[in-house]
């Protein structure tokens, strides 16, 4: 019903906004950085799932993006060349996807288990399609991945002899470290321990990696102090969220994504309500002191105290601001990945104009 | 890539899939409960989002449908002549949506403000179309909802006096009644007492509400204790979940929706990781004893104690069950409806039988 518009006033809430100078400014400092420290930068594309900022990514020196769903694979295609899924294509679903993957796409696969290697192997002979591969290992987050270098040096070498399959190196995920970027020296020089140790056996064992990919947001600026780290894969940092400005990985002022949205109710006293809920912001509580599951963009000192569907809770016990119905504000979600998520599309605006219009295109998992 | 797919066994996972015989099985209970007590049953279209659903709510005895937002409006109008939007439509942008569904749908909205009830008229009278209103009052949630019968009298009077709006009574929401179904007692009790005095007191004023809306899921087996209640707004219990099963709403064999997971991982000991997380369940902590994000249909001892977006993590501390790495199993989601509003598409089946594919509507906010 809304055609055209051209500027934010006039979009419906909840509508999810790009700050696109921000954005480009936080593309920028992120290839500068790794540039500096010699480190491959491959975003993960579950943040955004779009293809125009996959291929703005790669613009600004990403050497290909990351992805966690053969969706996505297939989404980004068409928009880079070089793709890694961390995860697992456990099925002939996925594995009939990646498969059809154009031919021209360098394609590495992140997993931690014979089964999974084997059921890739075989799709790869069966589709004349060479996969690269990486091993996993728990570098403690305790959610998947090998549990020693043993571990990792015998799913290598199985890599390392299969038809079809490159066997690349390593990956981890360090999402175990959320502590402020200030306060994270001993959870780093205990992962640079991990990290070695397992890179060591691998090159003991004649199957030295050539990649070890790692690096998440909260760590993203503290990479280089991962020793062995040749690659890293931030996702939020695109467009960074409430988290990273309260671990203090970003400025506030570096947040390029919020949610329009509109008060719809200010009858219960100490709070205004919006009408961007759980199914706009998600209901992610901070990992970090504020507590809620937002705050105002203009106001961050005001939070969304509580979350239902379709409304969010602003509370205004610390601040003298007294919205009024029809009243817009801009919410900064705790976590941008899984608020874009329910999205279905993000609108590019500079100021108050909308400068793009991008639909969200790699969420789901149906058919393109 | 999955070209149609005629079992549980061909689905691409993680896949929402819905046992048609309990669904139909939970709206025949449901309507005979009402049936019975003389209410309204009009539920919640929120939950599954999918206007065939509507429509067998319907066929079933439902006198139409609630919704959230007015692109379910306009999702479920061409499956229902009778709709309630039980949420203010704040924004040129929304009541737009509303003035454009078709003329034959009798539309009734709920509102708590003078500012929602005056942009509703000037947008009925423009579009010459009548538009009936409930004045929400705050039961004890706190989320909503005029504060006292004496703001409900102010505002009724005020839709009653407006042109091209018919004021048609109250609504409320007992979303604070969580507590098991056999410990309502007190809650119930007070909730009584506070509808008939909001109702007293608009019957006195010369504005006697013909309808008295109220009711959800947890409440719903007991809403005829509930003085006064004419209407009532289950959602959930089309499908129940694990919250409803946990709060004896329902039993575990009246869950009709599950989310089809593959086994990922097992790197880990003592935990199992599928490829259903936060982007398929919904990071919504369960609200009653046992924990987690979601448990087994056919284990519902086994809980998903941790989600991140793509993984959940599977407890096997208290359990000999080991499954391995390709496995399927079937997760029901703590809360339904956010569940849903993450799917392209419900999968109805009959044992392993794929016997309906619904896309999801009315999720998202875009252009139909």
Known sequence: MTKNPMTLDELETPAAVVDVDRMHANLRRAAEYCRAHGLAWRPHAKTHKIPALAAEQVRAGAVGVTVATPREAEVMAPAVDDLLLAYPPVGRAKLDRLMALP???????????????RGL??????????????????????????????????????????????YRGVMLYPGHIRSRVAEQDAALRDLSATVRRVADALADAGVPPEVVSGGSTPTFWRSHEIGGLTEVRPGTNIFNDRTTAEIGACGWDEVAYSVLATVVSTSVPGQAVVDAGSKALSREELRAEGGGFGALLERPGVVVKGVSEEHGLLDLAGTDW?????????????????????????????????????????????PL
Do not use: K, Y
């Open 121 to 166: 192997a075989e799709a790869a002979r069966a589709a004349g399609r060479r996969v690269g591969v990486l091993v996993e290992f728990d570098a403690g987050m305790h959610r998947v991945g090998v549990q020693s270098p043993g571990d990792a040096v015998a799913l290598a070498r199985e890599a390392a002899e299969l038809e079809m399959v490159d």
């Open 103 to 117: 031919a021209r796409v360098r394609l590495t696969v992140g997993l931690d288990s014979r089964e999974a290697l």
């Open 322 to 366: 007294r919205p009024r119905v029809g009243d817009r504000v801009r919410v900064v979600p705790n976590h941008v990945c899984v608020s874009v998520n329910l999205q279905e599309r993000l609108w590019g605006i500079r100021g108050d104009e909308l400068v793009a219009e991008w639909p969200v295109a790699g969420r789901g998992r149906g």
